[in-house]
């Protein structure tokens, strides 16, 4: 079967080479093998609601590092906030059961008041970019119980950050 689909799309995408071709296949594969496994132990449910707060952390980090390089601050002082600004140091958030258009984010307890002002202050900034249309599709949040995730390891430079 392999063969049958590497020379299909060998005939509709000619520059491709083949490692790539054959590569995507396995990927593929692999994928539709890993959903079957997910569905017949009932892991699917749980996989999914992961993804989605990956989801929505992955896009606070890219609209908070977006902010943050638009803003006009000292080039070592946009580092040093650069680097803290990972996956582990934002807050999570869950749809709230009754209404699925309010989020409740749950505040990290380990960080530091300058790094919450920060994420506040940036948060802020990105909100102002938003059109008329941006500002209706974004979902209400309220804040919650704080997030009992563990503190990670503190980075050699990033101790300002934790509290």
């Not at 000619?14 to 959903?35: A, D, L, M, P």
């Not at 650069?82 to 869950?94: C, G, V």
């Not at 503190?151 to 950050?161: A, I, N, R, S």
Request: glycine letters at 4%.
């Amino acid at each position: 079967m392999t063969e049958a689909i590497l020379i299909y799309v060998k005939g509709q995408h000619q520059t491709v080479e083949e490692g790539v071709i054959r590569c995507r296949i396995e990927t593929y594969f692999n994928s539709v093998k890993q959903k079957e496994i997910m569905e017949l132990t009932g892991k699917k449910e749980e996989h999914n609601r992961k993804m989605v707060l990956y989801g929505r952390k992955h896009r606070k980090l890219i609209n908070r590092r977006r902010t943050l390089k638009e803003r006009k601050i000292d080039p070592k002082e946009e580092e040093r906030f650069m680097k803290a600004l990972e996956i582990e140091t934002m807050s999570s958030e869950d749809s709230d059961s009754e209404d699925d258009s309010i989020f409740v984010t749950r505040p990290l307890s380990w960080v530091s008041t300058e790094f919450k002002q920060l994420i506040q202050r940036l948060d802020r900034k990105y909100d102002r970019t938003l059109n008329a249309q941006g500002k209706r599709l974004k979902s209400k949040r309220t804040v919650g119980e704080p997030s009992d995730r563990p503190c990670p390891k503190k980075p050699k430079g990033l101790e300002w950050m934790f509290g």
